[in-house]
């Protein structure tokens, strides 16, 4: 199983970015994938989850309107549109393909991890 994020950067605060999510070594569309994001010093929160057949679970109240996931089951890839960021959005976005292919907030409930991408948000 490997997964690789990418598509962070800095941006200014009210900007955009895309984040990306490659899935391979398994049964990509059957899978529920699972975006979190960690800011220094804090812990580990879930975003939002993508489930067998495009379901999507969003968990942090505060970045709905703002964040969306999606998926593309063609390409084994999920992504993050994250729209009119703020500097509190800066921190390490993770994605995890999450066990027995269901969604869950939980970090404990991944199965496995990318390696990360960082989002920086700075005037």
């Known amino acids: 199983l490997r997964i690789v994020e990418s598509g962070g950067g800095e941006v200014q605060p009210g900007g955009s970015l895309r984040l990306s999510c490659a899935v391979s070594?398994?049964?990509?569309?059957?899978?529920?994938i699972a975006w979190f994001r960690q800011a220094p010093g804090k812990e580990r929160e879930a975003i939002s989850c993508?489930?067998?057949?495009?379901?999507?679970?969003d968990y942090a109240n505060t970045l709905k309107g703002r964040f969306t996931i999606s998926r593309d089951d063609a390409k084994n890839a999920v992504y993050l549109q994250m729209n009119h960021l703020k500097p509190e959005d800066t921190g390490a976005y993770h994605c995890?393909?999450?066990?027995?292919?269901?969604?869950?907030?939980?970090?404990?409930?991944?199965?496995?991890w990318g390696q990360g991408t960082q989002v920086t948000v700075v005037s």
């Open positions: 993508t489930s067998y057949g495009s379901v999507t679970t």
């Open positions: 070594g398994l049964t990509f569309h059957y899978a529920a």
């Open positions: 995890a393909v999450m066990r027995n292919a269901l969604c869950s907030d939980e970090p404990a409930n991944a199965a496995s």
